[in-house]
C-alpha cells in the first residue's frame, strides 16, 4: 500500500504536546512525521521510525505499543479472557469482562489488558463509564485501536 508521509510543522506539533510529555521526544533532537493511513487515520512516529500514536476519526491515541508510555495518564481496564477475545477482534469493552480498573481522567482515553497484562486496545472512554462500571452494564471504552488491527499492521509494514 501507499502512506502519505510528512514531517509535522511545529503548530502541529504543539496539540500533541501533552501526550509527548510521556516519550523519549525532545524537540531540539527529533523530528515527528506522520503517515496518513486513509482520510480518517494517521499514525505518528518519532524519527520517522518509532510509532507512538494513532489518529483515529480525529481522537488521538497512544499506539497500542507505545501505550505503557501512557499509562500515567490512561485510565487503565484489566480483564478477562473471553473480553480479551473480543476487544482484540475489534469490538468496544463492556463493563462485565473488566476484572479491575483504575480511573484516570487526565484525558477521556483508555487502555484495555489481557489477564496476561499485555496492552490489547485503546479508546476512549464512555461519558458515563464510572456508573457503568458500578453497574456491571454496558459500554466503558471505545476500541479505536487494537492489536493485530489494519493500523497495527500497516504502521509494522512501513516501520519494519
Known sequence: MNYLLHQLS??????LVPLLSTTSYDR?????????LD???SAFLIDKKTPFLVEVHG?????????PHFEAMLSKFFVDQGAADRVIEGADLMSPG???YE???KTKLGVVYSPVKDAIAVGKLDADVDSKLQQRHGKVLFNLHHRGDWIHRAVAEVTG
Do not use: M, Y
Open 39 to 41: 482520510r480518517h487515520t
Open 10 to 15: 511545529k503548530r502541529d506539533v504543539e496539540r
Open 98 to 100: 473488566v476484572t479491575r
Open 59 to 67: 481522537d488521538v491515541v497512544p499506539f497500542i505499543n507505545s501505550a
Open 28 to 36: 531540539h533532537k527529533n523530528t515527528i512525521w506522520a503517515f496518513r
Open 103 to 105: 480511573l484516570n481522567f
